[in-house]
């Protein structure tokens, strides 16, 4: 154990370190290489680096994952606290698993371009920010997320790369895989249309071979628009225990030997075994041949505290008054390690041949449920001008409204079957890769188009546009109907270049208030849905205890 610098101390080495380092050079992919623009090998010698969430659980967060974030690229004293640490770790770049785009990361971002250090940073944030698991879907809220982040960070000149999601296709989830490859493929075009030089990624989830290599040859494989949207395919990987043989990743270096694009650990080392601290007997490995005939390095995880399943990681802790850092044995172990890293330099980038792309793995209906027909890119233009022509929208009476949203689908997707209609043109089938042409259109206009298909099978009959007082009429709507609206508005979902994300309305979240325009306040004597389904009106605490089974019921509806 070892009690860090103080702040002051910490600020002053900061400047010190700063003064002596130019700027980064772009890092670009040549086939399955990474090269800085002076023509060197470049490799990732990283660490995770974001402060642990807090764990929420409930019904809304079945994996348990953490609901809360903090943005550390936000939080200049921090990162000055830290960078001193950074540094002697050996690292050059750090992996920052979510950041909120509304604030202001220069003092962060440009102490870490000044000490050499670049920033991977994945685009999602806790619960909804990301593509879901069990419900998946390629959206304008999640697009416009992602845009908004891009857009703050790309000003600075060490940003690596874009993570488009993190382990959210699972064994048992592998109908996710499209909506990934399509988010690959739409950031990859803004990014060409911004002349962005960052690489996109994502961060896999380790487990048997034949999942994990179906999986990785489905990201890299050419959809129809030539492939390489994506450029670095991320493993996290903890195979590696203890003292273990060199000869651990044989196998897995074997499987990857003919991949086309970019590969690195994502997350590696484990704490599942013995000795504690790690040794990190693993890096002089992944950083000599024949691993880096294969693979560009990876992130160890990971800097701050945290627990995972029973474990514990990390090699830092923080003061309780945020201004000091006690380091570990892991810490210096990880920095022997890394310290002792000398780049490859094989193969030359002019010689560096980029391997063909793999097949799409065909849906094998066992394990491997997935279609290779990708849904289109979400439109904002589209999708704004359905949300104002809707005769029944949807009006929280909560800005914290995800669960509601998601809970209020599966009941009036339940009510509009009873009456004849159908939520398939709301839904996006991973599995089959039939996609409706309002699956792609943000959560609450979806909501919104399936109240108005009840409102108007049921005549609109004014008690059939409330849903507990979730809804209300749109006398603007033009005399179509929904159908109609969709037709006229969505004519043919494309894979299009996405444009700058529309301005964020503060307080109203992604949504388009301008189509909300009810009375969230009172019921106004308006009596509940027919049916029965919504027994009580208000907080979503009461709704989704009240309807579990139903919502239940509208994963089958939706999946
Ligand atoms: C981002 O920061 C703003 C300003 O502090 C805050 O209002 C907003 O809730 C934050 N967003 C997220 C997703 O945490
Ligand atoms: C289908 O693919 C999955 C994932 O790659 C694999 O685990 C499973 O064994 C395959 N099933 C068959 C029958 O080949
Ligand atoms: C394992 O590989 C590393 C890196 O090549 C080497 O330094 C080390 O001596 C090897 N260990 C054994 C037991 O062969
Ligand atoms: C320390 O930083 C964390 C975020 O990393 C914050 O939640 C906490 O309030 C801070 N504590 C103090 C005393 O400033
Ligand atoms: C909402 O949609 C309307 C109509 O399409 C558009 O004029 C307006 O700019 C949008 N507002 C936001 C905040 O995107
Ligand atoms: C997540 O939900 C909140 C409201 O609960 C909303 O403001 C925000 O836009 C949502 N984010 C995405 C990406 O859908
Ligand atoms: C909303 O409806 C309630 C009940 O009818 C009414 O008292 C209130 O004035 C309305 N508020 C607005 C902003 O229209």
């Known amino acids: 154990m070892r009690t860090g610098s103080t702040l002051a101390l910490a600020a002053t080495a900061l400047i010190s370190l700063g003064a002596s380092v130019g700027a980064l050079p772009k890092v670009s992919r040549v086939g399955k290489y990474l090269y800085t623009d002076s023509g060197d090998r470049f490799f990732i010698k990283g660490i995770g680096y974001q402060t642990q969430g807090i764990i929420v659980s409930g019904p809304d967060n079945p994996y348990n994952q953490p609901s809360t974030f903090v943005d ?333 949203v998601g809970n209020l689908i599966g009941v009036a997707c339940g009510l509009v079957d009873q009456v004849g209609g159908s939520c398939d043109d709301i839904s996006a089938n991973g599995a089959t890769g039939v996609y409706g042409a309002v699956g792609m259109c943000d959560p609450t206009i979806k909501l919104s188009y399936v109240f108005s298909q009840y409102y108007e099978l049921n005549h609109h009959a004014p008690a059939a546009c409330s849903f507990s007082g979730n809804a209300v009429i749109n006398t603007a709507a033009g005399v179509a109907g929904a159908q109609g609206a969709m037709s006229s508005c969505i004519p043919s979902p494309a894979v299009i270049t996405p444009s700058a994300p529309p301005v964020l309305v503060p307080g109203a979240g992604n949504k388009n208030s301008s189509s909300a325009s009810g009375n969230s306040s009172g019921g106004g004597g308006v009596t509940n849905a027919p049916s029965g389904a919504i027994g009580t009106r208000g907080a979503w605490v009461g709704v989704s205890a009240v309807l579990g089974c139903v919502v239940g019921a509208a994963v089958w509806t939706l999946a």
């Not at 879907?137 to 000149?157: G, H, M, P, V």
């Not at 002019?350 to 849906?363: K, M």
Request: include cysteine; hydrophobic fraction near 40%; charge should be negative.
């Open 72 to 404: 550390n690229l936000a939080d200049s004293a921090g990162c000055a606290r830290d960078l001193p640490y950074l540094h002697k770790l050996g690292v050059n770049a750090i992996r920052v698993y979510s950041a909120n785009s509304s604030l202001d990361h220069d003092a962060c971002m440009s102490a870490l371009s000044a000490a050499g250090i670049y920033v991977i940073l994945d685009l999602t944030l806790p619960l909804n920010g990301s593509i879901d698991t069990t419900l998946p879907a390629w959206s304008t809220n999640t697009l416009d997320q992602f845009l908004r982040t891009i857009d703050t960070f790309e000003k600075y000149d060490n940003i690596l790369a874009y993570n488009v999601g993190n382990e959210v296709v699972s064994p048992s989830a592998t109908q996710a895989a499209p909506f990934i490859v399509a988010a690959a493929r739409d950031i990859r075009a803004y990014l060409n249309s911004i002349s962005s030089s960052a690489l996109v990624g994502y961060a896999a989830i380790d487990g048997s071979s034949t999942f994990v290599d179906d999986f990785a040859d489905y990201l890299a494989c050419d959809h129809g628009s030539g492939g390489g949207a994506l450029d670095l395919f991320g493993l996290n990987n903890y195979e590696w225990c203890g003292a273990a043989a060199n000869t651990t990743f044989n196998a897995l270096n074997a499987r990857y030997a003919n991949y086309p694009i970019a590969a690195y650990f994502s997350e590696f080392g484990s704490e599942n075994c013995s000795p504690n601290p790690r040794l990190w007997t693993e890096i002089p490995v992944m950083f000599s041949t024949p691993m880096t005939d294969v693979w560009s390095g990876g992130s160890a995880f990971g800097y701050f505290h945290a627990i995972s399943r029973g474990h514990e990681f990390g090699m830092a802790t923080i003061s309780a008054d945020n201004t000091s850092v006690t380091t570990n044995g892991d810490f210096d172990n990880l920095a022997a390690a890394y310290k002792a890293v000398t780049f490859v330099t094989t193969p030359a980038k002019g010689s560096a041949s980029a391997p063909s792309l793999p097949a799409c793995p065909a849906s094998n209906g066992t394990g491997w449920s997935v279609s290779t027909k990708l849904p289109p890119t979400p439109n904002d233009a589209a999708c704004d001008c359905l949300a104002n022509a809707l005769s029944c929208v949807f009006n929280p009476p909560t800005p914290d409204y995800t669960v509601l």
